[in-house]
């Protein structure tokens, strides 16, 4: 079904475009620190490509003509997102030592590090690696701006993938108004719904102290 005419650039109200807008030029930023050796100068190239792409799509795909393609190009930002996660990710944890002294990427004396966690530990330093369950206990909003710049990149395409997960959910709900869901889409859906409604119940349980047994019976948890 072809999409209503809307506004030629209507993108640039989106939320999750404005964060892409962001994590792009974050990205830049940091990528410049990259000292120029020949693995870090294409490591750098590749990010700033992620980052492109995370942000190209989403304008892709608002110009497409059907809900689907639009659907299928947050798709392609959302791959490139969470390539340049991954990347993050490994410069965090340590696996390009040419980063670790590098203040625009690892921070410096007074930016937290990895031992700070839970308000254990000491000021991180330059040099600190990170352990990837460590980041993940993070929040990405409100954004810490004390952690270094290359785990603030991370959190930044943390909360673009969250985003973007809404944004596709929403619609999947339109496609299905618009009956033009396949039944792969479908089933995908109906099981979005159902997670949501067993978190919603699981909240409610907890709550007033009961549970669920596996024959179906709630009863209180002692």
């Known amino acids: 079904m072809i999409k209503p005419s809307r506004k030629p650039y209507g993108y640039r109200d989106l939320l999750v475009y404005k964060k892409a807008e962001h994590l792009q030029l974050s990205c830049a930023k940091l990528t410049h620190q990259f000292p120029k050796t020949k693995t870090l100068i294409a490591l750098a190239d590749q990010m700033d490509r992620s980052a492109r792409s ?5 304008v892709e795909g ?16 959302i791959g490139a997102n969470t390539e340049l996660e991954e990347d993050c990710n490994d410069i965090c944890k340590g696996m390009y030592p040419e980063l670790m002294g590098v203040k625009g990427v690892m921070g410096e004396r007074g930016v937290k590090g990895l031992q700070e966690m839970g308000g254990k530990g000491e000021r991180g330093e330059m040099g600190k690696t990170w352990k990837i369950e ?4 993070l929040k ?3 954004m810490d701006l004390s952690l270094s710049p290359a785990v603030q990149l991370k959190l ?3 909360e673009l ?15 299905e108004s618009e009956q033009t869901l396949s039944v792969g889409d479908k089933f995908r859906l109906h ?4 997670r949501k409604e067993q978190d919603a119940e699981e909240v409610i349980l907890v ?12 009863v209180k948890n002692e």
């Open 156 to 158: 930044q395409c943390k």
């Open 191 to 194: 099981e979005q719904q159902a």
């Open 161 to 175: 993938n969250f985003l973007f997960d809404r944004l596709q959910k929403s619609l999947l709900v339109k496609m």
């Open 62 to 77: 608002w110009k497409r003509n059907s809900t689907k393609e639009y659907y299928d190009f947050l798709g392609f930002s």
């Open 140 to 142: 990405f909003y409100p």
């Open 54 to 58: 995370t942000k190209q799509n989403i």
């Open 207 to 218: 709550q007033y102290g009961l549970k669920r047994l596996e024959d179906g019976r709630v």
């Open 134 to 137: 460590d980041i993940e206990t």
